[in-house]
């Protein structure tokens, strides 16, 4: 079982960056892969960024960020972080942070086992 809390949200201006992060508990984090997902308003769950078990060597992210967001771990502290730089005002969604035991990097929500419970970003224009 694993637990997971998001944290670092909130509402910044077009141009802005802001730093999401994951706190795990529970197992032994370094055997999870971890990925970010996030919910418009009004819209389906969708894919952000992930990054595989253990040292995390493979990462993988949506074309809507990739460049502009940079997801990272650290195992030591047990918590997965998301960097979002010149953020959009389309990027004002939930984000959830989501863990799997194993070392694929699904980018459908179906295979993730454990979910935090959110943290709002709101960018503004």
């Known amino acids: 079982q694993v637990q997971l809390v998001e944290s670092g949200g909130g509402l910044v201006q077009a141009g802005d960056s802001l730093r999401l992060s994951c706190a795990a508990s529970g197992r032994i984090f370094s055997s999870y892969s971890m990925a970010w997902f996030r919910q418009p308003p009004g819209k389906e769950r969708e894919f952000v960024a992930a990054?595989?078990?253990?040292?995390?060597?493979?990462?993988n992210y949506a074309a809507s960020v990739k460049d502009r967001f940079t997801i990272s771990r650290d195992n030591a502290k047990n918590t997965v972080y998301l960097q979002m730089n010149s953020l959009k005002p389309e990027d004002t969604a939930v984000y959830f942070c989501?863990?799997?035991?194993?070392?694929?990097?699904?980018?459908?929500?179906?295979?993730?086992?454990?979910w935090g419970q959110g943290t709002q970003v709101t960018v503004s224009s």
């Open positions: 990054i595989s078990w253990s040292s995390g060597t493979r990462k």
């Open positions: 989501a863990a799997r035991n194993g070392a694929t990097i699904p980018t459908d929500p179906s295979g993730y086992n454990y």
